[in-house]
């Protein structure tokens, strides 16, 4: 008779101290597996720290998306933008910089998280969650804030962290405060930053929030299109075309249409001319 055990009846027959490691290494593993469902750019052997770094990328990053997104309309920029330029009209130190910092600061709330791994993917996709720039400040933050307890709970195991987790959350608050911050003023320092935060403001800000209408069967649009609505359903299209879904389809359509024209589109050679 073949005998089937469990796994943990064959961890309770190992010696205890290859059982503890064995169980570390079990609860390791899916921590970061819950960390990476998040932000997969998390190695698999990740350490506290690259959690850590993670979270910290989310809301720098979410911090240059709010800039192009409301920044560049509310703080008065240079029109011109080289390095002098800027130097020179000291955009960090004007008083409507200094209110847009603290506004998006003040969306920065990190906390416990009271997530689980299937919230915080579902909450990182949900179509309220982000537009053409990125995620918005209170999702980064409350992912952000998912990232850090699963840190500490791997540093638990790690054998690298012993104090409380309100202490720790606080401490990592500070320095996500002090990132955003040198972000932002390097994000009006910087003037290739400060280009491309003007790009796309201009590229997509005004196609913000607005809905793609679904085209006809015969593909020249919704029935009852206004032609007055042509640049907009143009402009949607293009910010469509910019993600990486618009630019996998644009690329089947491509790929499609390259075969259709080899196999119909190339004209017959004419015969020759008669001597």
């Given at each position: 008779m073949v005998q089937i055990y469990t796994f943990r009846e064959r961890l309770a027959a190992l010696p205890s101290t290859v059982r503890r490691r064995a169980e570390a290494v079990s609860a390791?593993?899916?921590?970061v597996a819950d960390a990476r469902a998040v932000a997969p750019e998390i190695p698999r052997d990740a350490d506290a720290g690259h959690?850590?770094?993670a979270a910290r990328r989310l809301l720098r990053r979410a911090a240059q998306d709010e800039f192009a997104r409301e920044g560049v309309a509310r703080v008065p920029l240079p029109e011109e933008t080289g390095r002098t330029d800027l130097r020179r009209a000291d955009v960090p130190g004007d008083a409507s910089f200094h209110a847009f910092v603290e506004d998006l600061l003040s969306a920065v709330d990190i906390a416990a998280s009271p997530l689980e791994r299937d919230d915080a993917v579902a909450l990182r996709d949900a179509r309220g969650s982000s537009d053409g720039y990125g995620l918005s400040p209170e999702v980064a933050s409350d992912l952000a804030?998912?990232?850090l307890g699963r840190a500490f709970v791997l540093a638990e195991h790690e054998g690298e962290q012993g104090g409380e987790l309100e202490a720790y959350l606080e401490e990592q608050a500070e320095q996500i405060r002090e990132d955003v911050r040198a972000v932002l003023v390097r994000q009006v320092r910087v003037p290739l930053e400060l280009k491309?935060?003007?790009?796309?403001h201009r590229r997509i800000g005004g196609g913000v929030g607005e809905e793609v209408p679904a085209p006809a069967a015969d593909g020249t649009g919704a029935p009852g299109t206004d032609p007055s609505d042509l640049p907009q359903r143009a402009r949607a299209?293009?910010?469509f075309a910019q993600n990486e879904a618009g630019r996998a389809a644009f690329g089947a359509?491509?790929?499609?249409?390259?075969k259709a024209y080899e196999k119909y589109?190339?004209?017959?050679?004419?015969?020759?001319?008669?001597?």
């Open positions: 390791r593993t899916s921590v959690l850590e770094r804030s998912y990232l491309v935060a003007r790009e796309r299209a293009f910010e359509l491509r790929t499609g249409a390259a589109g190339h004209p017959r050679t004419p015969p020759p001319p008669p001597r």
